[in-house]
């Protein structure tokens, strides 16, 4: 339990970290409304990131079916965890000087966005499998079919620029991502 108490601390850190990188970014427009090009897609993708982050922080809940730790454990968990620290620190770089406001700058970091937010659905699949192998079949069909889906449409999403597909797809991620989180935890 000890070895828990500290991963969930690290855990705990790095996630208060990430959802501050996007709190702080996101209260710009707030601040000093008009210094910064506000854009309905991105202000999407800060949503979705954030819903992913809750999710992430409940489901690690979970870490406590491990029985015994090992560092490689300890090292893929936190490993994972700074993925969604990199997911929102390319939603929210330090400056935007370089650009036009976040429309422009969404669309020319689109392909590192997309590839680590596939990375992160990769990884999800080796987070559910330290749980246990009892635990990893736990998940239904479902679960995989999200995982490939999800990889899929974010491999698609690196080679298309389409506004309107990128609109869709940020909505779709978020509709997705709430029915998931209100049917896997029972929330009635």
Request: charged content about 15%; proline content about 1%; some cysteine.
């Amino acid at each position: 339990m000890e070895e828990l108490t500290h991963v969930k601390s690290v855990i705990g850190i790095i996630l208060g970290l990430s959802l501050t990188h996007l709190i702080k970014g996101s209260v710009i427009f707030i601040q000093h409304p008009g210094r910064k090009k506000f854009y309905f897609v991105h202000a999407l993708w800060v949503f979705y990131v954030f819903l992913m982050l809750i999710h992430f922080w409940w489901w690690e809940f979970n870490l406590k079916l491990i029985q015994e730790w090992y560092f490689a454990d300890y090292f893929f968990i936190i490993c994972y965890i700074l993925i969604y620290y990199l997911l929102c620190a390319i939603l929210y770089p330090d400056d935007i000087v370089d650009y036009t406001g976040y429309e422009d700058y969404f669309y020319s970091r689109k392909k590192w966005f997309f590839t680590v937010l596939a990375i992160s659905f990769v990884a999800d699949i080796v987070d559910t499998a330290i749980k246990g192998g009892n635990y990893f079949l736990y998940n239904e069909n479902e679960y995989f079919v999200r995982i490939a889906i999800h990889i899929i449409l974010c491999l698609m999403a690196i080679k298309i620029n389409d506004k309107r597909f990128h609109i869709i797809l940020a909505v779709l991620f978020i509709v997705y991502e709430l029915s998931y989180i209100l049917r896997l935890f029972n929330i009635e």
